[in-house]
Each structure stands twice: as structure tokens, then as C-alpha cells.
């Protein structure tokens, strides 16, 4: 089935500084990703909405130049954190677009997640 | 809008016996699909089960089985002989489909199963 990967799995950095985290379709095309959010006990929230080649579509309240995101390319997608604060550290998880079997199925396929705590 | 609603607080089952979770929705569109996915300890989001509106049959997956009842706006899932390795966070989810648009999935708060040995 689709593979998403997400790298680093963890990231541990200091307040102030910028973290970039990658999500990569391996066996697939995906024009279209996603940037959730997620905390603990709690659901996925949102963020944005990237398009291969175009600006990314950010969800209300999501700051545009805190998390900036590129989507260069068809299997790859990143949201670099800037200037991150500890209030920024979550749980973050990219997903792609996929749709399979007849009648094109759809779904989201994940990626693992990237835990980033902020010191 | 769409709303996904999951207000069952902590599931147990008992390993090999079934069970249902429940999901209910809404939304005024007519065409929709509606997702389930796993979230274990590890954090990873595991895609079990789609069901799309307009879809005469309900959807299997293996052990994974989506009770739909259009009329209800409920999208219940059933996972018949518990695993332990089914102990994880459960989360219900839909997409209005729209040709051409990049529209959202949106989540439910999600359900924790607990399997008993």
C-alpha cells in the first residue's frame, strides 16, 4: 500500500530556533498533502493544506510565517517551525491523498509523526 | 459544515469477542466518504475502513466492518474477534466530495479500546 514517511521522528531543540520536518510519498504521486497538529489525549487538528507548485492553503488562526511550508515537488512536502517557542511543541503529522481499487476509493495515508518539544 | 460526533468514553472488550464504536455525523451534503483510522501508543494514523456515501453495500476490511446507516447519519465500526493488538485510539472521520476542491477531513475526538486478555 502507500507509504508516507515523515523524518525526523523526534526533535528536540532549544527555544528560538527553526525546525524543518519532511514528508515524503515513497511509492506514489501526491500533488496534494496535509499538516495536522495533534496533542496529547486530544484529536488532529488541521493546519494546512499544501499543493505541489503552489502556495499552501492555511486553516484559520495557523500563523502562515510560524509554519511555512513547501511543497516543491510531488513526493515531497515540508513545514519548517520557525523561531519555535515551547508552546509550538506537539506532535505533528503530514498526510497525502490517495485513491486506489475500482471505482477510486479514497483516502489519507499518514505519515509517523514527528514529536517536537521545544526546551 | 461537517460535524463528526464519538462521545463513548474508554471501550473495553474482552480479546475474541466483537466490538462496536460508534460514530455519527452530519453534514448536508449529499456526497461524502467517511474514513476510520487506528492511532496506536506510537502515534502513527493506520487507515482502516472507507464508506462512501453513495455506496449500496456496507464496507468490510478484513476484521473491519462499517455498520452505515444513511438515514441515522451513523457510521459505526465493528471489529468482530479483538486482537490485543487492537488496543489503540480510534478515530472517525469524513470528507465532503467535491470535484475539483481540496476539501477537508474532519475528525471525530476520537475513541480509546482497551482489549482484555
Known amino acids: 500500500g502507500a507509504v508516507v514517511s515523515q523524518h525526523p521522528s523526534w526533535v528536540i531543540c532549544k527555544s528560538g530556533t527553526s525546525v524543518k520536518i519532511e514528508c515524503r510519498s515513497l511509492?506514489?504521486?501526491?500533488?496534494?498533502m496535509f499538516w495536522y497538529r495533534q496533542f496529547p489525549k486530544q484529536s488532529l487538528m488541521l493546519m494546512a493544506t499544501?499543493?505541489?507548485?503552489?502556495?499552501?492553503?492555511?486553516e484559520q488562526g495557523v500563523e502562515k510565517d510560524k509554519f511555512l511550508i513547501n511543497h516543491a515537488s510531488l513526493t515531497l512536502s515540508t513545514l519548517t517551525v520557525t523561531s519555535a517557542h515551547p508552546e509550538d511543541s506537539s506532535f505533528y503529522i503530514c498526510?497525502?491523498?490517495?485513491?486506489?481499487?475500482?471505482?477510486?476509493?479514497?483516502?489519507?495515508?499518514f505519515g509517523p509523526g514527528t514529536r517536537l518539544l521545544v526546551l | 459544515a461537517q460535524k463528526i460526533t464519538q462521545t463513548q468514553p474508554g471501550m473495553f472488550v474482552q480479546e475474541k469477542e466483537a466490538v462496536t464504536l460508534d460514530c455519527t455525523y452530519d453534514?448536508?451534503?449529499?456526497?461524502?466518504?467517511l474514513f476510520w483510522y487506528k492511532q496506536p501508543s506510537s502515534g502513527e494514523m493506520i487507515f482502516l475502513i472507507y464508506?462512501?456515501?453513495?455506496?449500496?453495500q456496507n464496507a468490510t476490511e478484513g476484521r473491519y466492518s462499517l455498520n452505515f446507516q444513511k438515514a441515522r447519519k451513523s457510521a459505526n465500526l465493528v471489529i468482530s474477534a479483538s486482537q490485543l493488538g487492537d488496543s489503540a485510539m480510534y478515530f472517525c472521520?469524513?470528507?465532503?466530495?467535491?470535484?475539483?476542491?481540496?476539501?477537508?477531513?474532519?475528525f471525530g475526538k476520537g475513541i480509546t479500546l482497551s482489549v482484555r486478555p
Open positions: 498526510s497525502a491523498r490517495v485513491y486506489y481499487g475500482k471505482g477510486l476509493k479514497e483516502t489519507q495515508y
Open positions: 511509492d506514489f504521486q501526491a500533488t496534494t
Open positions: 499544501s499543493n505541489e507548485g503552489s502556495k499552501a492553503t492555511y
Open positions: 453534514t448536508s451534503d449529499p456526497s461524502y466518504g
Open positions: 464508506q462512501g456515501s453513495y455506496d449500496q
Open positions: 472521520a469524513m470528507r465532503v466530495l467535491i470535484t475539483g476542491a481540496n476539501s477537508k477531513l474532519t
